[in-house]
């Protein structure tokens, strides 16, 4: 089986490849991110591990910071809240892989008011960060995601 990438785009910034659907048990996210890009804290029911490409972020594991750059991986473990914000000068690229065929998580923190850029991957509206912060209205099919503590499966 072959998958074009550009098929699974979710956003200018984000794809993602959820495996239930072809008998994998994993899911990737693929993202690039401009600088001063915000994932808000979220939580998943499993481990997230990201392969850092490009770039440089600093993400929040629980209290602990961890400043992460290219070259490195990083594990975000199950059940444990965390965020990231992407700091430097060039874009952070990452391959996010998940060992779950569908992407769950929960939004722990409310969108942001301040007009800062917001990482909208699986439970985003689809289309790009900046311009669009409604969560989970419009969701490829596969999708979980939380909003307020409400679990959504679309």
């Known amino acids: 089986m072959l998958i074009d990438r550009e098929s699974l785009r979710l956003s200018a910034t984000t794809s993602l490849f959820e495996g239930g659907p ?3 048990g994993l899911s990737i996210f693929f993202v690039d991110y401009a600088p001063g890009t915000v994932a808000r804290l979220h939580v998943h029911p499993h481990p997230e ?3 850092i490409e490009s770039g440089e972020a600093t993400f929040t594991i629980d209290d602990e910071e ?7 991986i990083l594990i ?8 990231f914000r992407r700091t430097g000068s060039v874009s952070f690229r990452s391959i996010n892989v998940v ?6 998580f929960t939004w722990l923190e409310d969108e ?16 790009h960060p900046q311009l669009d912060v409604r969560p989970c209205d419009r969701l490829a099919s596969t999708v979980s995601c939380a909003w307020h503590g409400r679990l959504v499966d679309v």
């Open 112 to 127: 942001p008011t301040d007009g800062q850029a917001v990482m909208y991957a699986a439970a985003h509206s689809g289309v």
């Open 76 to 83: 975000a473990p199950a059940n444990r809240p965390h965020r």
């Open 22 to 24: 072809h008998d994998v």
């Open 66 to 72: 961890i400043r992460a750059s290219a070259g490195q």
């Open 99 to 104: 060992p779950s065929g569908k992407m769950a």
């Open 49 to 51: 591990v990201f392969v």
